[in-house]
């Protein structure tokens, strides 16, 4: 069984140990970070109030993935969407969406958005298998919004 619990600094080296170049850190969070990551990059980005960092454990507590919640008005903004590379491609990241997407719920969003790299496609993939669909417009080629009325 798969449940969420907020993150804490330990699991920071965990969530690092899975981006291991700079395409890597890319795809987790677009240019906002800068290569190499580091603990304090990662964890200054949830100082304020409206950000909360997620990981998703399976029943031995065994971190599995993770993921960050920005509330705004009634949207949730997912970001940081990430699984264990050694775990991918069975059903976690689809599982990790589907548990953000209700935490967003619980939160008061009426609406899940996000940005994805536009050449992302596991991402891409596992964001419409949920739901999401591609909004029109935006200025940038590289980048896909996404959106989910809940
Ligand atoms: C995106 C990510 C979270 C998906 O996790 P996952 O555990 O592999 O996903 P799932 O096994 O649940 O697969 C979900 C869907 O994606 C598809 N998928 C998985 N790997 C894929 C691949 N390499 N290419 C195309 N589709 C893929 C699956 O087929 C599935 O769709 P389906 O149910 O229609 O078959 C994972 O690849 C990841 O951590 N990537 C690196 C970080 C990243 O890119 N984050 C996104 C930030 S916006």
Redesign the pocket.
Same mark, same amino acid.
């Given at each position: 069984m798969l449940s969420l619990r907020e993150r804490v600094d330990a699991d920071i080296a965990t969530v690092m140990s899975w981006i291991p170049d700079e395409r890597?850190l890319y795809?987790?969070t677009g240019p906002r970070l800068v290569w190499p990551l580091t603990v304090d990059q990662l964890a200054a980005m949830t100082v304020t109030s409206e950000i909360s960092a997620w990981v998703m454990v399976d029943d031995e507590s065994l971190v599995i993935?993770h993921f960050d919640l920005t509330l705004a008005d009634d949207t949730a903004r997912i970001g940081r969407? /990430?699984?264990d590379p050694a775990? #991918?491609? #069975?059903?976690?990241?689809? $599982?990790?969406v589907s548990l953000a997407v209700e935490r967003a719920r619980s939160l008061g969003a009426r609406r899940v958005a996000?940005?994805? /790299?536009a050449d992302? $496609?596991?991402?891409i993939?596992?964001y419409e298998?949920a739901g999401f669909r591609q909004l029109p417009g935006g200025d940038r080629p590289d980048v896909r919004s996404m959106a989910l009325t809940l």
């Open positions: 890597a795809l987790f993935g969407v /990430i699984v775990e #991918r491609g #069975r059903g976690y990241g689809g $599982a990790l996000l940005n994805v /790299i992302n $496609a596991p991402a993939a596992t298998q």
